[in-house]
């Protein structure tokens, strides 16, 4: 109770001197300048997404269905704009044009930034290892080693997966263990880098290529037990300690040690 300065400085050098105290590891200039690059990327592509959601619901207001995905839209509105219906009016088409330009200029600086990201991942031994688990690119590899740098602040994967979010809650009371939806706490950016990496080596890289990666018996024999959602929860979390391992270990990874284990 009473609580002032003084007692917050008090209690934050009596916690200091606790032996089960966790510390926020210091992030050097480099981490923080890539950082910097992703946080102006993920604005670029909200506004992105926000722009092209406001162009399909003015067509659909208007009887003009396009098929959902970003690819659809983008070839269908030249055809739209240069052949336009009778229930799109001059002005609402000049608002269209206007909206399709915005997504041209976010597009060419969404795609510098990450010709940047990219470059500066290539020349980072961290993220040129991080590259060689499944799923992980560019954009995964430099946006963890910005977060955590070489790992060094956590002391095994499940560390890592709790700070991301990607494990359960946890509401037990007595000998009753009760597990619950995922925290959600922690990096948010990159605990959705994450899931996408898990879709994409669920639906992208594949059945034929898992046995290639080690992954093939576990993800079979998840799907027998999970949903598809809550699949693809799970690999992401599989991939994130994967990941911590391969950065904090200083090795590429190896799809016989994940046989093995």
Not at 146 to 171: C, E, H, M, N, Y
Request: charged letters at 25%; hydrophobic letters at 45%.
């Amino acid at each position: 109770g009473q609580k002032n300065d003084f007692r917050d400085a008090e209690a934050i050098t009596e916690a200091v001197q606790r032996p089960t105290m966790k510390f926020v590891a210091t992030k050097t200039a480099e981490q923080l300048d890539l950082q910097a690059l992703h946080r102006v990327r993920e604005r670029l592509v909200t506004q992105r997404t926000g722009i092209i959601n406001q162009i399909r619901a003015f067509l659909l207001e208007r009887g003009v269905a396009v098929r959902q995905g970003l690819r659809f839209l983008r070839a269908e509105l030249p055809r739209i704009l240069a052949a336009p219906c009778d229930a799109l009016s001059p002005r609402m088409l000049r608002v269209i044009e206007d909206l399709a330009g915005d997504w041209r200029r976010l597009d060419e600086r969404i795609e510098g930034l990450s010709s940047e990201i990219e470059a500066l991942a290539r020349q980072d031994k961290g993220c040129e290892r991080l590259m060689t688990v499944p799923g992980i690119g560019p954009i995964i590899s430099s946006a963890m080693v910005a977060a955590i740098g070489t790992g060094d602040a956590f002391s095994k994967g499940r560390d890592f997966g709790a700070w991301l979010g990607l494990v359960p809650k946890q509401i037990s009371t007595g000998d009753r263990t009760i597990l619950g939806s995922i925290s959600k706490r922690g990096n948010r950016y990159l605990r959705a880098l994450f899931v996408q990496a898990a879709w994409v080596v669920l639906v992208k890289i594949g059945p034929k290529h898992w046995e290639r990666y080690g992954l093939k018996s576990w993800i079979e024999a998840a799907k027998k037990r999970l949903h598809h959602n809550v699949l693809a929860i799970a690999l992401a979390n599989k991939l994130a300690r994967i990941a911590w391992s391969v950065l904090a270990h200083g090795r590429t990874f190896e799809a016989s040690k994940m046989q093995a284990a």
